[in-house]
């Protein structure tokens, strides 16, 4: 299977692995936690996964957790939203993917419009290709003072599973710029949580190819 394919040794991981930096250290358990600001950012999809996680940022420390995960296939929109309000998490914003605003056969509108206008949820989704949003990714896993900033609990599997697996494409036996697209929903959603929340470079009245930023609302 795929899972067993790339399973990482972490003592030498694969040189087509994306986040080469990440350890167990990475993984703890953590809560959450009231005082902390909570985010949602999600990664559409029908047959292949939605991925919706649940992440906390703590300001002081510049650090983040990704504390939960509703990570499923063939979830209806409406299901979706009651397990997310099941959780009990005050959250600040959403995020998602600019394919959110895309018309869905599930409703016959788009994503992002079914929530706003059912549920009084407002998404934020900026349109970036995938390899400007690695690094900043990478920076948080570890950075260049050899310090982790980005911490998943241990209950979120499919996200670890996920994450440790994520691995560059080859073509001919080279390394292509872009990860496969393969069982990468839920790192996709952590790229939408990073790219819209924490790109320091980020100047949201700039617009260009790979910096596109909206807020969908009424």
Not at 4 to 20: A, E, G, L
Not at 26 to 51: K, R
Not at 66 to 77: A, C, F, H, T
Request: charged share 30%; hydrophobic share 30%.
């Amino acid at each position: 299977t795929f899972k067993q394919m790339f399973t990482i040794d972490w003592d030498t991981p694969p040189t087509n692995v994306v986040y080469d930096n990440i350890t167990e250290d990475n993984f703890i358990d953590v809560d959450y936690n009231p005082g902390l600001q909570t985010y949602v950012s999600i990664d559409w999809g029908w047959n292949n996964e939605c991925a919706c996680l649940f992440f906390q940022y703590d300001a002081g420390r510049d650090t983040v957790f990704l504390i939960d995960e509703i990570v499923k296939s063939k979830l209806l929109l409406d299901k979706l939203y009651e397990e997310m309000k099941r959780r009990p998490y005050k959250i600040n914003e959403y995020y998602c993917d600019s394919a959110g605003n895309q018309t869905r056969e599930q409703t016959g509108v788009s994503n992002v419009l079914h929530f706003r206008t059912n549920y009084n949820i407002n998404f934020k989704y900026r349109s970036t290709a995938v390899r400007y949003g690695i690094p900043i990714v990478r920076s948080y896993i570890r950075n260049s003072k050899g310090q982790t900033k980005f911490y998943i609990s241990n209950k979120c599997k499919k996200s670890i599973d996920q994450i440790r697996n994520y691995h560059y494409a080859e073509k001919n036996g080279i390394l292509q710029e872009d990860p496969e697209k393969n069982m990468d929903h839920t790192c996709d959603a952590i790229r939408y949580f990073f790219v819209n929340r924490l790109d320091k470079n980020r100047d949201i009245n700039q617009f260009g190819d790979l910096d596109r930023w909206q807020l969908t609302k009424f």
